[in-house]
């Protein structure tokens, strides 16, 4: 297996437009979570899906920022409109044991 | 409660060394604790993970001593190489109907000199 595989690796986009960043979890995983994670705040978890229902959504930061899972083997989160504090590495990341969680590459967001 | 604390923020070792990172938490229903690894540009890796009714786990050079009474677990790394330069982030995931969430500490940036 390729493993999470995230698109893009690298976005770089002006404040105010729209950003959607795409993950493709590992086939037979059940669990889907996007975290964000910068210097001044780690890792932190945004959204988690179990079997394409999101589960919980308290971390998203505000509703500028949506995800969807339409399908097991695909997810998206959008920020809309884009702020130059999103400016972050975003992961996407699956697991099918409780705790055992594979992470994508990651996508490295700029907003200017 | 679901916080968990990670010490030091960084870490500077020479070559050969022993590495020890701590983190402690609150939440008695953790029940699974693993660390990752993460290298630059890199994802989080799963490393080594531990369950509460063991009090160590060795894969290699790497250990996990937990102490349950005192909500307590640290990774060592042993002979430390520069090859182990990364930032090491230390977890636990509480059971019943959390679908593997992951509650991580704050990271600790580990340094390893030739």
């Known amino acids: 297996d390729a493993g999470v595989i995230q698109s893009p690796r690298h976005e770089v986009t002006e404040m105010g437009q729209e950003v959607t960043l795409r993950c493709k979890p590992i086939?037979?995983?059940?669990?889907l979570f996007w975290y964000r994670q910068t210097m001044m705040r780690g890792l932190e978890l945004l959204i988690y899906?179990?079997?394409?229902?999101?589960?919980?959504d308290s971390g998203m930061p505000e509703d500028r920022f949506s995800a969807k899972m339409p399908n097991a083997s695909f997810s998206t989160l959008k920020i809309q409109p884009s702020e130059p504090r999103d400016s972050a590495v975003y992961f996407c990341?699956?697991?099918?044991?409780?705790?055992?969680?594979?992470f994508g590459q990651g996508t490295r967001l700029t907003v200017v | 409660q679901q916080q968990v604390k990670q010490s030091p923020q960084s870490l500077i070792v020479q070559k050969g060394g022993i590495s020890i990172i701590n983190c402690a938490y609150e939440?008695?229903?953790?029940?699974?604790f693993p660390w990752y690894q993460q290298f630059p540009g890199k994802g989080p890796a799963l490393l080594i993970a531990?369950?509460?009714?063991?009090s160590e786990k060795k894969e290699g050079r790497f250990t996990i001593s937990f102490n349950k009474s005192a909500k307590q677990f640290s990774l060592h790394i042993m002979d430390s190489q520069p090859g182990d330069s990364a930032t090491y982030f230390c977890?636990?995931?509480?059971?019943?109907?959390?679908?593997?969430?992951?509650?991580f500490g704050q990271g600790t940036i580990l340094t390893v000199h030739p």
């Open positions: 899906f179990n079997n394409n229902v999101p589960i919980d």
């Open positions: 086939s037979g995983h059940n669990s």
């Open positions: 939440n008695t229903a953790f029940d699974y």
């Open positions: 990341a699956s697991s099918f044991q409780p705790g055992v969680t594979f």
């Open positions: 531990i369950r509460p009714d063991v």
């Open positions: 977890a636990a995931h509480a059971g019943g109907t959390s679908y593997g969430k992951l509650t």
